[in-house]
């Protein structure tokens, strides 16, 4: 799917990258995995990852998810191509990437929602409840 959109780089925003249900979605699995189908792999679930201890919202005000976005605009600046966000959760808007796209959002950036191979919807800001 990921060539499908062709997607250049993979970041991994998950806080713990790893799965006992699904063994290729393992950090390690997927930085040897995807670089041979040339699409690079980044890990920025230190800086990105959800499961704060006072909630994603709070974490959003503080200097670690400040550089976190300024690491992913890095990559997404000198990736020559689409950049996905990923996560464990597949609804964007059940996980922190819909807080990650406001972000970006908000910066100017296009960002699209990868459902699956056959739909990919535009972001757009869900309302807190």
Do not use: Q
């Not at 709070?58 to 890095?74: A, P, T």
């Not at 406001?102 to 919807?121: C, E, F, P, Q, W």
């Amino acid at each position: 799917m990921l060539k499908l959109y062709r997607v250049k780089v993979v970041v991994d925003v998950r806080r713990f990258p790893t799965s006992r249900r699904v063994p290729w979605f393992r950090r390690e699995v997927l930085m040897e995995l995807l670089p041979v189908h040339g699409i690079g792999y980044i890990w920025l679930g230190e800086v990105l990852g959800g499961f704060r201890p006072r909630g994603y919202e709070e974490y959003m005000k503080s200097e670690g998810y400040r550089r976190g976005i300024e690491m992913l605009v890095k990559v997404v600046e000198s990736a020559r191509g689409p950049v996905a966000v990923m996560c464990r959760e597949r609804l964007w808007f059940r996980c922190h990437r819909r807080f990650i796209a406001d972000t970006l959002t908000s910066m100017g950036y296009k960002v699209m929602h990868i459902i699956d191979a056959n739909r990919a919807t535009p972001h757009y800001r869900r309302r807190r409840e």
